[in-house]
C-alpha cells in the first residue's frame, strides 16, 4: 500500500511485479533455497500482489508476464529442475540479481 499510496504506483504496474518476484528470490534465498519451482514462485507474487482492488486472477497474469520479461532480460533464469527435485517439464526460477 505505501508504494500505491506514497510513490503513485499503479495496481497493474510491471515494475510492482518485478519488485514482488525479487522480493520473493530474495526470502527464499534467505531461507537458504537457491531454486524456487515456478508455481511455488508466481503463487508467492500473485498472493502479494493481489487484494481487494486487484483481482488474484490479474496479479497472476501480471506475475507470469513480468517474470519472462526478467528471464529475456537474464535478471533471473529459468530452467528444468534438477531430477531429484521435481516433474519434467516443471519450470524453475533462480535468484540472479535478486541474490546479489
Avoid: N, T, W
Amino acid at each position: 500500500r505505501l508504494a500505491l499510496s506514497q510513490l503513485g504506483a499503479r495496481l497493474d504496474s510491471p515494475r510492482r511485479a518485478a519488485a514482488a518476484i525479487e522480493a520473493c528470490l530474495r526470502q527464499s534465498s534467505s531461507d537458504g533455497d537457491c531454486y524456487a519451482p515456478r508455481v511455488l514462485l508466481l503463487s508467492a507474487v500473485q498472493r502479494s500482489l493481489s487484494g481487494p482492488d486487484f483481482a488474484s486472477g490479474k496479479a497472476l497474469k501480471l506475475a507470469q508476464a513480468a517474470l519472462e520479461r526478467m528471464r529475456k532480460e537474464g535478471l533471473v533464469h529459468a530452467d528444468y529442475p534438477p531430477p531429484a527435485q521435481g516433474g519434467a517439464g516443471e519450470a524453475a526460477a533462480a535468484a540472479g540479481r535478486a541474490s546479489s
